[in-house]
């Protein structure tokens, strides 16, 4: 099977042409292969699919072989896959996933796709929906208590559960340890995303994320869209906010009158291959 391994902002996953490959256990085959010792080594496995609906559909499964419904950082790169390998020549596509229809502009230069721009949809704050167990219309700044600190989370799905909570600073941040307490706490029946921000500016946040299935990763595209609708609800920032990711840095943009995010940043190939299992 041939495949290509692919990043944006550190969020690396191995993509395979489901037009030419039958992929028939992806979650074993994630699992498989996203092991950093014994397989390729990445966040999960995406396969990109014919669609009945839109241009391409993305399957996405995390590296403990789960499901996932939206990956920001990775459906920047099905656009960079598909343009680049001459799957479609628009500057403009949509991409079917489980949590609807994406549209992407595309910024080419030397025939490569450099950058894309997301439509990410609509926030989703309604508890039952994201989901968080909880008697209020929203979870915003509400207090949860991990190993006997107690944080405010401010709960949002951009397709994904996530729960943004604000800190200090994310430099010294035991994240291997609260992560999970996060993660499989039972006020979320999905488990959860954990996104910590440190605050920086008006303009500018810091982020580091815990990822359900997946452990800390370098970038989370769906988790730096809701952590930007959680500092607008909060009041911490403005509307179009650079999340400083650990790697790489992604322009969000949260327009409320259209109660839509866009999410604004890089896709790279880091190399091929053949992976036999």
């Known amino acids: 099977m041939k495949f290509t391994k692919m990043e944006g902002c550190g969020n690396d996953y191995v993509y395979v042409d489901g037009f030419k490959n039958k992929i028939e256990d992806p979650n074993g085959l994630a ?96 508890p039952k929906d994201i989901p968080v167990v909880s008697d209020q219309e929203t979870v915003v700044n509400e207090p949860l208590t991990i190993l006997g600190k107690e944080y405010g989370i401010t709960c949002v799905s951009m397709g994904n559960p996530h729960a943004v909570t604000f800190v200090e600073s994310t430099d010294d941040l035991e994240i291997e340890k609260i992560g999970p307490e996060f993660e499989k706490n039972p006020i979320f029946p999905d488990r959860v995303n954990t996104e910590f921000i440190q605050v920086i500016d008006r303009d500018t946040i810091k982020m580091r994320v815990w990822e359900r299935g997946s452990g800390e990763t370098l970038a989370c595209g769906t988790g730096a869209c809701a952590s930007v609708v959680a500092c607008v609800l909060n009041g911490k920032t403005n509307n179009v906010v650079t999340v400083k990711l650990l790697g790489g840095d992604l322009l969000i943009e949260y327009k409320e009158e259209e109660n839509t995010v866009y999410m604004t940043g890089p896709a790279r190939i880091s190399f091929t291959g053949e992976y036999d299992w």
């Open 31 to 126: 699992e498989k292969i996203s092991d950093r010792h014994f397989g390729v080594g990445s966040d999960g496995l995406i396969v990109i699919n014919p669609s009945d609906v839109a241009d391409f559909k993305m399957s996405m499964y995390n590296a403990d072989g789960s499901e996932g419904k939206m990956c920001g950082n990775g459906i920047r790169c099905v656009a960079k896959f598909v343009y680049d390998y001459k799957m479609t020549d628009k500057e403009e596509i949509t991409v079917e996933t489980l949590s609807g229809i994406k549209t992407l502009q595309l910024t080419v230069k030397d025939d490569a796709v450099q950058s894309v721009r997301v439509n990410m949809g609509s926030p989703i704050l309604t």
